[in-house]
């Protein structure tokens, strides 16, 4: 479906991925990384998975809701392919191509985490429904936003107030203890690619974290956005 990063063609945007568990400070650092980004005169396009694009927008109501909890972890990684396709065909691709930044909220890697170390699901399903979905396509750089379960809990129970939590965040202590370890080996199995930060600590200073690791791998020059 595209290039791999390491024959991305010139003028080809970046695709940065931000990954971790419920309460991490995902959509903070998203935030703060794009607004330092834009400040330095690139094009940026901040999106989501599950959602992202209209359609999978529909499947995200259906995972959160709990509807992939009841079919079942093979079921529920189909509805991630289905709504994964949707997302890279109508909005990650078109803007790559167009040369701009893309910051995706969790992307392939939730699936290995959530269904695939958590769910069981068989690698090769997981494989085969990446390739159908994604084909070469992966990030040029994958933050996973590493803390301790229960800060992140606390955090998650702290934003969303007297609402119901969502599928992921109402699971057992130990499905998210699971889930930190699993991150953690995504990031030791592919260092060229991820970097883990540690997230306990104030947004600013993780934002530092972040944008260190970033200017490291994909800014060496020009020196203006570098110092950014």
Known sequence: MSESAGQRPSGRGRFITFEGGEGTGKSTQ???LAERLMAAKLRIRVTREPGGSPGAEIMRHLVLSGMGRLLGPEAETLLFAAARDDHVRTVILPALNQGTW????????????????LGQVPEALINAMQRVTIGDLKPDLTIILDLP???GLQRAAARRGSATPDRFEGEKLGFHQGLREAYRK???DDPARCVLIDANSVPDTVAGRVWTA????LLPTPASVVSA
């Open 149 to 151: 379960v229960e800060i």
């Open 214 to 217: 970033l200017r490291d791998r």
């Open 102 to 117: 893309v910051l995706c909220d969790r992307f392939a890697d939730s699936t290995r985490a959530y269904q695939g170390s």
């Open 30 to 32: 998203i935030k703060k």
């Open 186 to 188: 995504i990031a030791a």
